[in-house]
């Protein structure tokens, strides 16, 4: 006869392994039993925020549709995608990478004129209380100001720092005054924030998620990038067909919205527009007696009311 002290450890026993069990069918199966295609996405790290959103309305919809993002700066996954052969959706955050990746063969197919969401708006942003005074790009080649900068080959937002800075005169100077070489947006964003750095260039979708911690000063439209956002399904896609039922809504108005809520242009007509918003954002984030609407902030309203709410 089983003692009591046996009984109970042959209990937990059984609930440890029927709890694995379940956790490997629930991993690999919607709620209904059913298998679930897992779709590897390889986006830029600047994209995160919005297909985060994006994902998580889209497997609302498609329960036996599981989509796991890898997100890093946008020049490394060509690397990954030279040694795995794996992969189903790629969605660099410039499309200079995306063709790196039409030329090796790795993209199904791409269109140029109808594979691109939404674009990147850049702008500069510096420690909150902005403590070099800039005001333009220009004011980056001033001594003693710490530049951030990015690698190109590890993040888009790399490209477009020489980009500008070339076309303003003021590369030579500027390399002078860096005082980093991030890997990925979200480097210059929280070097920033601790004010390690006093200026640097990002996309506004970046910009966005700083409201209270920086300051967010609008380039001059001589200098600012308004930088294409392309998308394609891979040529070894495990799963063509739900790759490109994703794509298709990250294409639709409804997708685009998403996007814009976050900080991205959806109209480059209206760049102006979004940066007027964007601004309006800081003041509003950062003033309790402000109310958070359409109004006030644009689109906007979701992320202000996050930051507002996270630091009471």
């Not at 500027?174 to 750095?197: F, H, P, R, Y």
Request: proline share 4%; net charge positive; glycine share 6%.
């Amino acid at each position: 006869m089983k003692t009591f002290f046996e009984t109970k450890c042959f209990s937990k026993l059984t609930i440890i392994i029927v709890s694995m069990v379940l956790l490997l069918v629930v991993t690999n199966h919607d709620v209904f039993g059913q298998k679930a295609n897992r779709l590897l996405f390889y986006a830029g790290a600047g994209i995160r925020s919005s297909l985060d959103e994006i994902a998580e309305v889209f497997q609302q919809r498609n329960p036996d549709i599981h989509v796991d993002f890898s997100y890093k700066g946008s020049g490394f996954f060509l690397a990954d995608m030279t040694i795995s052969k794996e992969g189903d959706l790629y969605m660099p955050g410039e499309e200079y990478y995306l063709l790196q990746a039409v030329k090796k063969g790795f993209v199904a197919d791409y269109n140029p004129e109808t594979d691109m969401p939404v674009y990147f708006i850049t702008v500069i942003i510096t420690p909150k209380g902005n403590p070099k005074n800039i005001k333009s790009v220009l004011d980056f080649a001033k001594p003693g100001v710490r530049v951030g900068l990015a690698d190109p080959q590890a993040a888009a937002i790399g490209l477009w720092h020489e980009k500008i800075l070339q076309k303003a005169g003021i590369w030579e100077k500027v390399k002078k005054n860096a005082t980093m070489d991030a890997k990925c947006i979200s480097e210059l964003g929280n070097a920033c924030q601790l004010k390690a750095i006093d200026a640097t260039i990002v996309w506004a979708s970046s910009a966005l998620l700083y409201l209270k911690d920086v300051e967010i000063i609008p380039m001059e439209p001589e200098y600012r990038g308004l930088i294409k956002l392309p998308i394609a399904v891979l040529k070894f896609s495990k799963y063509p067909k739900e790759a490109k039922k994703l794509k298709d809504f990250i294409l639709s108005n409804e997708g685009k919205e998403i996007f814009h809520s976050h900080a991205y242009c959806i109209d480059s007509s209206k760049v102006d527009e979004d940066t007027k918003w964007l601004l309006e954002a800081v003041k509003v984030a950062r003033d309790p007696s402000l109310a958070i609407t359409e109004q006030t902030v644009g689109c906007l309203v979701k992320e202000v009311k996050r930051q507002r709410e996270s630091r009471k």
